[in-house]
């Protein structure tokens, strides 16, 4: 996408929000929970924003947490939405508390990012070592 391209949006459900930057430059959409949803302590629920998308071929959405909700214990699992999908946007919600969680109508529950696809050739060849280790490897 270009500048001047537009990302396609479709609202299906009559109680979607279109999603919406908080500040303008932000790198991220806000989602919405069109309806009254309950998360039960320690388990993870899909909650359907009501609507959909069209990206360009070339670019992805990507689903992501809001650290608002994450200081709750209630966690987005990460997704990708590639350009070919047109169903509707589902956002996989878990609930780490001790107590139910109720998401209400128009609450913001994920983030949306849309980025670049790279396509990159992948070439089996040995891996040229560097200093850094593994795991953890900054020692902290």
């Known amino acids: 996408m270009n500048p001047d391209t537009r990302l396609r949006l479709e609202l299906r459900d009559p109680a979607a929000r279109r999603p919406t930057q908080a500040h303008h430059g932000d790198a991220c959409f806000d989602l919405y929970a069109p309806r009254k949803v309950e998360v039960p302590a320690g388990t993870t ?27 709750q214990g209630i966690l987005v699992h990460p997704g990708t939405i590639d350009f070919q999908y047109r169903l509707n946007l589902w956002v996989l919600i878990h609930n780490l508390s001790e107590a139910t969680y109720a998401i209400q109508a128009g609450d913001r529950i994920a983030q949306m990012k849309i980025s670049r696809v790279w396509q990159v050739e992948i070439v089996e060849a040995p891996v040229r070592p560097t200093a850094r280790g593994g795991l953890g490897s900054s020692g902290r």
Do not use: C
């Open 45 to 71: 629920v899909a909650v359907d924003t009501g609507l959909a998308i069209e990206l360009e071929e070339g670019w992805e959405a990507q689903i992501r947490g809001r650290s608002g909700l994450a200081r």
